[in-house]
């Protein structure tokens, strides 16, 4: 029976570990992600700035930033007409709400841990873009060769401390740049299995 015990309570812990995982996964949108890996090398000229590249770079990283943060306050829903709907969360529920027919949206109310998604999101893109090896050489070159230990140590820190804090607060929106999981009001399945 302890046997049973341990190896009931071990895959508890082993699915808990990778639903954090799995939340850190969803943390940055991948879109942005890959459009700052993208256009990093190209708008700093791989590392080789100007003062028009800075700007630029500086740029790219306040939208990639911003869109991070405002990933966090998005979700989706599948609507009465089958079609998945993404909308902004509020704290009444979210907004725009078309083709909302039998669809619960006030279990989509603002959280507290969608600040927390939003400033864990903010803190790994900034660590993410900020330690890119394109910006620091265009911004600060000289931290690199004087900071190595810091700019090696500080991105596993850091994913570290948002894993666990994504244990704490498990992330359940599937808004714009997220991957589409079973949605729990999808009204298509029902319809189609009783025509």
């Known amino acids: 029976m302890s046997s ?17 995982l799995g939340n850190l996964i969803k943390l940055l949108p991948t879109g942005t992600v890959f459009m700052f890996q993208f256009l990093i090398p190209i708008l700093t000229n791989s590392g080789h700035c100007t003062v028009l590249n800075k700007y630029l770079t500086g740029a790219l990283l306040v939208v990639c930033a911003f869109n991070c943060v405002f ?21 009444t529920g979210l907004w725009p709400s078309p083709a909302s027919d039998g669809v619960d949206l006030s279990s989509y109310k603002l959280k507290l841990g969608d600040f927390v998604h939003a400033l864990s999101s903010l803190t790994v893109f900034a660590i993410l873009g900020l330690l890119d090896t394109n910006t620091v050489q265009c911004f600060y070159p000289s931290f690199e060769s004087s900071e190595k230990a810091l700019v090696q140590v500080l991105p596993a820190v850091v994913g570290a401390v948002t894993s666990a804090v994504f244990v704490v607060f498990p992330n359940n929106r599937h808004g714009i740049g997220y991957p589409t999981s079973e949605d729990p009001n999808d009204t298509t399945t029902s319809k189609t299995s009783t025509a």
């Open 4 to 20: 049973t015990t341990t190896s009931s309570s071990s895959s508890s812990a082993s699915n808990t570990i990778f639903q954090g």
């Open 71 to 91: 990933a966090s306050f998005t979700d989706s829903y599948t609507g009465s007409d089958g079609v998945r709907h993404y909308a902004i969360v509020t704290p």
